[in-house]
Structures are given as C-alpha cells and as structure tokens.
C-alpha cells in the first residue's frame, strides 16, 4: 500500500481545506457573463415595454380627463393652444397676436381644473419625461441645455411662462385640436380669403374608433422645435398637421377655402423620413420640408425597418393603439376630413 508524506492542510474547524484553480474560476465567469448575455436583452425588452404601457396609461387618463371636457362644453374638443390676455386670461376671437404672456395649451384645460395631474401629460420613456414649454418659466428644472424662449432668453426668468403641462410627451391631431387662428388676422387670411382655424364638434368625427386623437412626440425635444440661429424653441404647445394641400403643400391656411385637395401624401412613405435620418432631426416644426409626422415618436418596441420603432395612440373612442406612425398614415387613422379648418376639409383622393 502507498502512502503520502503529505498532510492536508486543515481549516479552523478541522476540515481540509479546498480551494478553486484560476481555470475553474475562469469557467464560471464565463459561465455567468453568457448568463448575463441571454437575459439582458430580455430585461431591457420588458423595461421597454413596461415603459410603454406606463406611458398608454397616462394616455387613459388624459382620455378620461377629455371625456369630462367635452361634457363640460358641449362637445367642443380644445384648441392645441391660444395666446392669453394675461395669466390665465384669454378670449379666443380677440387674441394678441404678440402673445407677451406665452401660450395656454390644451393640457391646461384639463390639469387646471383638477380633472387629472399635469405629470399625467409625461412619458417614462422620455428623457425627463417629456419635451419642456416653449415658455418654461422660472425654474431650472424645466429647462433643457441649448433652448430659448419666446424673448430669447437661455435661462429660467418669469417674462413669460406657459399654462402648460412643464414636461410635455403628448401631441395632438390637428384635424381635432385647431390651432389658435380663429381670425384672418391671426391665420393671415385676412384680405385673401384663405382659411382659419374651427372648433372641433366630437359629433362631427364619424367613426371616433378609427380617428387619432393623440400621440407621442418623438423623444428628441430638438426635433419638435424651431432653429433660432443655434438654439431651439421647443413647440410642444403644437399640434400635428399630417396632411398636405395639393395646392399649397404644408401651408393649411393657403388653400383657398373652395378648393380640395388635402390628402396623406404619397405612399409609401408619406413624407416620413428613414430611421437614421430622423434620429438626427431637428427642427421639424415651421419647417416646410419636413412633414409634421416626422415629430411623432419611434421610441417604443416593435415598427418597421424603414421608420423604426412604435408609439402610442389615444383614438376618440378612448382607447389606446401602440403602432409606428407608418402605420397610422397608411391606416389613414387620422381622419377623412380635416375638421378643424374652415371650407373644403374633405381628405381625398376622391374629394
């Protein structure tokens, strides 16, 4: 029989002690960064979606919110914003077209009066959940690096602020929420018999479950903006316009009112631009080479390869549809007429 000269070496307990070789240590790193490789991708994937179901339950709360605004005028959806007299007065036919005192937004009508909080208006997904005021105000906090005001200013001050949501992921459809041109003199209309802006009557939209009446903005708040010389104005208190004019293009109020025309555009894209080029937007508002439905978000799961990612859309009816905005224009889901402008308003072709 052989025997060994050597002892094990004992622990404090009595019990030899065993430890691991550098290439057993190497196997179980291994073993668990493949681990960590397998399930990351699927953890990011739920927190995405988790994301966006937080984001289509905001939506159903400004849904109800909107119910009890209607309810409480007669059917009339909110105009996307107006010019105030002054801190939180206005008059929507007599409106000062300098607008000194910023903007209300069609969010205020809803959070002002308590029908639901103004963070219902933010999405998770969002950096700081949602694109800032045009008009942030006073505090810091609302402000974003490289923005400007109305008055230019880069920094918190209080010469104007917006009654507005302060952190802004929703947009509306500006068939349903007009702008503020109730005028010729506010739309430019005004010795050309070109158009202005209407209320929109929910008695008016035909089939509410197949008519957007929101949407998520893209993620990017530069892209939902206007170029001042190196800055961005944001304008979150915009609507989108998804349709063009066969005779006037972008420009809605340039189209004499007699005249047809209004239409998604050309498939099969629809003005949209491809995921790569639009990640790198901005400036899309004011820009008359740009379609508006380029400032519609891409930043949920799923989509298509040409435009990216998905978003939220609240329809009329108060239900909620995650899609890509290709989609919603080849759906035609923004409705068949455009109801918040005057004259012929029928989207085509037929007209």
């Known amino acids: 029989m052989l025997h ?35 399930l990351l991708p699927s953890l990011t994937a739920a927190r995405m979606q988790g994301q966006a179901m937080k984001c289509a339950a905001n939506m ?88 400007v005001d109305q008055n230019s200013n880069s920094s918190p001050n209080s010469s104007a602020v917006d009654a507005q949501a302060p952190r802004m992921s929703y947009t ?53 903006g206007v170029d001042q010389g190196g800055a961005i104005l944001s304008k979150s208190h915009r609507s989108i316009n998804p349709f063009f004019h066969i005779g006037s293009g972008t420009n809605e109020y340039a189209a004499p009112p007699e005249v047809p025309g209004f239409t998604y555009g050309d498939a099969p894209y629809y003005g949209l631009l491809p995921k790569a080029q639009f990640e790198e937007l901005s400036g899309v508002m004011d820009n008359a080479a740009i379609a508006e439905v380029n400032a519609v978000g891409r930043h949920h799961p799923g989509g298509d390869t040409y435009t990216g990612g998905t978003a939220n859309f609240l329809y009329a009816d108060g239900h909620v549809e995650k899609k890509s905005v290709l989609q919603s224009m080849e759906n035609k889901d923004w409705g068949l007429y455009y109801y918040s402008l005057s004259g012929a308003n029928k989207i085509g072709p037929p007209w």
């Open 4 to 38: 060994s000269n050597r002892k094990p070496e004992n622990s404090s307990n009595g019990w030899p002690s065993f430890g691991f070789t550098l290439i057993e240590l190497l196997v179980v790193i291994s073993i668990i960064a493949v681990l960590i490789g397998i």
């Open 60 to 147: 159903h709360d400004v849904a109800t919110a909107m119910s009890g605004y209607l309810s409480d005028w007669n059917g009339t959806y909110p105009p996307a914003y107006i010019y105030p007299d002054s801190e939180g007065n206005y008059d929507f036919f007599d409106q000062n077209a300098a607008h000194p005192f910023g903007y209300i937004h069609w969010s205020w009508f809803l959070y002002s009066n308590g029908q639901v909080q103004d963070k219902s208006f933010q999405c998770p997904t969002y950096p700081k959940g949602g694109a800032p005021r045009t008009n942030p105000g006073p505090s810091a906090d609302n402000w974003e690096s490289g923005q």
């Open 172 to 224: 509306g459809n500006a068939a349903v929420f007009p702008r503020n041109k109730f005028t010729a003199e506010l739309s430019g209309a005004e010795g050309g018999g070109m158009r202005i802006n209407v209320f929109t009557q929910d008695s008016k939209i035909g089939d509410t479950g197949k008519t957007i009446l929101l949407t998520e903005f893209a993620n990017n708040w530069r892209a939902i």
